[in-house]
């Protein structure tokens, strides 16, 4: 009210609520969000869910979705907790009953939680565009839900159908979803349902980290300033690019483009210290190839097989079987450059299987 922020009074104010009234599920829900992010107290997810799971049991929709979303992550032992006395033993099932359970009684998140979950072919379940749709569509019925709006888009969007894609993304936009954002910047960047535009692109991935500190949003920007800093002859952001770039890894220690792209700068050089000279550094693009290839990046694997087959002068020795091994691979996976480095060896009779 006084643009103060006080965590200790609202804690205070919470508590004595939920004292008052054991059936007051707004206030157990607000003291779990305090427990869960740490706000005044010591965080604890165990404490929190002790507090969604009292909610759920005076008939929090809010709480259920909660559980879900406590069981898919794992953020308790199901061993030990009344979950595992009362229902089932399976983490991905007790998400998926939660879930199920929130959306009946009209919980918007939850039908936009399951829309993903069909979406991606999470909890067990195999990738179903369709019953992905129709969660996503039922989440927006009831309240415009901004993450089932852009997941409408991103079916539209994979049945190229882009200019729907464009209209879900953007009423997702506006209602802050940086998911949305973040899709709006590829469509730009590739000139999908709208003009390609470089500026929009990078304008929509600036919104989404900024927003969050989404490790996407910030790998997609990093990548957009490198390509357009390449496409002009110069490396004028390739210091900013790195910044964003080592962020999102620290933010996302499975984002492979990000690792790959920070391999790549090295390789090329870049004005590290930002005093004009040009520093490139084979081993530390190794590494970063090397994190990118074994969370499955195609490219980097033909950038590590190459490492290995010529070797690297004061690192390691080569070894041309591996490297040949990693740049096959990476060409049956569709790496153009792969499948051309090893028709160059074939042609130069450096490789006869």
Request: net charge negative; glycine share 8%.
């Amino acid at each position: 009210i006084d643009s103060r922020v006080d965590y200790k009074l609202a804690y205070e104010l919470f508590s004595q609520v939920a004292e008052k009234d054991n059936n007051n599920t707004e206030a157990k829900l607000l003291l779990a969000k305090m427990y869960e992010n740490g706000f005044y107290v010591d965080k604890s997810y165990s404490k929190a869910f002790e507090l969604y799971h009292d909610a759920y049991e005076k008939g929090s929709p809010a709480a259920m979705y909660m559980l879900g979303y406590y069981a898919e992550n794992r953020f308790y032992d199901i061993n030990t907790s009344k979950i595992q006395k009362k229902y089932v033993e399976d983490y991905e099932k007790t998400a998926m009953m939660f879930y199920t359970k929130a959306s009946e009684k009209g919980f918007s998140n939850a039908y936009a939680r399951l829309g993903f979950i069909y979406e991606n072919g999470l909890l067990g379940y195999e990738v179903d565009p369709n019953a992905a749709y129709e969660n996503y569509k039922k989440s927006v019925d009831i309240d415009e839900n901004p993450k089932g709006l852009n997941g409408i888009g991103n079916y539209y969007y994979n049945s190229q159908n882009y200019t729907m894609a464009i209209e879900n993304y953007r009423k997702a936009m506006k209602l802050g979803n940086e998911e949305a954002m973040i899709n709006m910047g590829i469509c730009y960047e590739y000139g999908r349902g709208v003009e390609r535009n470089l500026i929009k692109a990078m304008d929509c991935y600036r919104r989404a980290s900024e927003k969050s500190n989404n490790p996407i949003a910030m790998c997609n920007e990093a990548i957009l300033m490198i390509k357009m800093d390449i496409s002009q002859g110069t490396n004028t952001n390739f210091g900013e690019c790195f910044k964003l770039l080592q962020l999102s890894t620290r933010l996302d220690k499975e984002n492979k483009e990000a690792y790959y792209y920070l391999g790549f700068l090295f390789e090329i050089g870049y004005d590290v210290f930002g005093d004009g000279n040009t520093i490139q550094n084979s081993m530390m693009a190794f590494f970063y190839y090397k994190k990118a290839a074994e969370l499955g990046h195609i490219k980097a694997k033909m950038k590590v097989g190459v490492a290995i087959y010529n070797g690297i002068e004061n690192v390691f020795i080569h070894d041309e079987t591996r490297g040949i091994q990693l740049i096959k691979e990476a060409s049956n996976e569709g790496d153009k450059e792969a499948t051309e480095y090893l028709k160059m060896l074939m042609d130069n009779g450096k490789m006869i299987y």
